[in-house]
């Protein structure tokens, strides 16, 4: 498994980059994550809202940090899942409740660099990984 680089590594490559660049960056960063089993991916991981299929499967750790198993069958869907995790993954639910997601993810500018649609499913999948988190702090 290859770890998800973390958002500021990520955005200092993604300012560097046109348009067309920008979609091959989240592309290749989808394809680090990790492969969710295909039994995992049911109507109760589904991500609501998005355009796209998307499902999102927490795994407590041991050591009590929040692991997340994602899928999406779009492959730009499946680079802003990544980039998502890329601000909470493998925290402990505390670190993750702290973090505000929708403000890490602003330098990025999603909403003026990609579709609506693709943008879509993002606040519903920020609400399951704080609903997560909340459950475990």
């Known amino acids: 498994m290859t770890a998800l680089p ?13 348009s067309e660049e920008r979609y091959r960056l989240l592309i290749d960063l989808g394809r680090t994550l990790e492969p969710m089993p295909e039994p995992l991916k ?7 809202g998005c355009s796209a299929s998307v499902w999102l499967y927490p795994t407590p750790r041991e050591d009590g940090r ?7 069958n779009a492959a730009i869907t499946k680079g802003i ?16 409740l ?4 929708p403000d890490a993810l602003e ?6 660099q990609l579709s609506s649609n693709r943008t879509q499913g993002i606040p519903n999948m ?7 988190a909340e459950r475990l702090a």
Do not use: G
């Open 66 to 72: 929040l692991h997340f198993l994602a899928d999406s």
């Open 81 to 96: 899942v990544a980039l998502v995790l890329s601000a909470v993954q493998d925290r402990a639910p505390r670190e993750i």
């Open 6 to 18: 973390p958002l500021s590594s990520i955005l200092d490559d993604y300012e560097l980059l046109d």
């Open 42 to 48: 049911t109507d109760a991981t589904k991500v609501r």
């Open 126 to 132: 920020i609400d399951l990984i704080r609903e997560t």
């Open 98 to 101: 702290a973090t505000d997601i």
């Open 107 to 112: 330098p990025f500018d999603l909403s003026r």
